[in-house]
């Protein structure tokens, strides 16, 4: 059975692209947040990306209009009742996702996939909170959702096939390409990116090169198309952080042990581009 309608519960960064990305595909989507600011905010993100696929010539004005109009939004979870899956792409914190999950029984249709964009949350934890949980996956979209092909798809333990294949179904109609992991923390991308970020900032702590030379290395060392400080700061150093912290507790290991400069710069706000300051000043 194919999905065409999609639920989001989240207007931020990840939920409006992943609106974007399936109404562009032709879904209709409903695209809940906490409050009307919060949901129009997303739309005007939306329009803006579209405008500027418009000026690269990807898009055209009857097509951003056309994707536009596919997307509804409410600040009622009771607007989700009609949707075939559910992503929940909310802020990196286990009780919150809890706290989703659980508004939407009784409201998501009995049939319906519940998905969650996490990037280091088990997947397997998650379903266990749910009524069905052979119908709860994760399926993790990468920053910048419209422009990034990759879709990581995490079975839980307790994941159907008949979801797995549904999800899967639906990333290749969305345009992307789907990788399908086991529930572990970080999955397979994050597992091997976010240390790797952590590793530069203590590089950068203990001065042994400026934060251009060490995102110039990487670029021209590693063919990375951005350094991972640049990277920090698009994703958020608090999400680093959390990240980091995630893979600590679940692994017990050393190893992923957050760098202190990154855990200062949390403390001190400086979280990247959305605060205008993080390794660098934007």
């Known amino acids: 059975m194919t999905i065409q309608h999609v639920g989001i519960i989240g207007a931020g960064t990840m939920g409006n692209g992943i609106a974007q990305a399936c ?3 032709g879904l209709p989507v ?7 600011a919060a949901v129009n905010k997303g739309l005007a993100t939306i329009a803006g990306s579209l405008d500027r696929l418009i000026k690269k010539d990807k898009l055209t004005t009857a097509e951003k209009d ?3 109009a596919r997307i509804s939004t409410s600040t009622d979870y009771a607007a989700l009742a009609g949707a075939d899956i559910v992503i929940e792409a909310a802020t990196e914190n286990f009780d919150l996702k809890v706290k989703i999950l659980k508004q939407l029984e009784g409201v998501a249709k009995a049939d319906a996939i519940l998905a969650s964009n996490t990037s280091s949350i088990s997947i397997t934890k998650l379903a266990a909170i749910v009524a069905n949980p052979s119908q709860f996956i994760g399926m993790h979209f990468f920053n910048p959702v419209p422009l990034m092909a990759l879709v990581e798809i995490i079975r839980g333990l307790q994941t159907s096939d008949e979801t797995h294949a549904r999800v899967e179904a639906l990333a290749r109609q969305l345009g992307k390409s ?13 597992r091997i990116l976010v240390p790797m970020i952590n590793e530069a900032f203590f590089v950068l702590a203990e001065n042994l090169a400026t934060p251009e ?3 110039e290395g990487m670029k021209l060392g590693c063919n990375h198309p951005i350094g991972p ?8 150093l608090d999400v680093c952080l959390s990240v980091m912290n995630v893979f600590y507790e679940e692994f017990e290991d050393s190893k992923y042990r957050a760098c202190p400069l990154l855990k200062e710069m949390v403390a001190a706000g400086y979280l990247g581009r959305k605060t205008g300051r993080g390794v660098y000043t934007y």
Do not use: R
């Open 23 to 25: 109404a562009v595909a």
């Open 30 to 36: 409903t695209m809940v947040d906490i409050s009307d």
């Open 66 to 68: 056309a994707a536009l």
């Open 178 to 190: 789907p990788i399908t992991v086991k529930n572990a923390p970080g999955f397979v991308v994050n």
């Open 213 to 215: 030379e060490i995102d």
């Open 229 to 236: 400080l640049a990277l920090a700061d698009m994703i958020g």
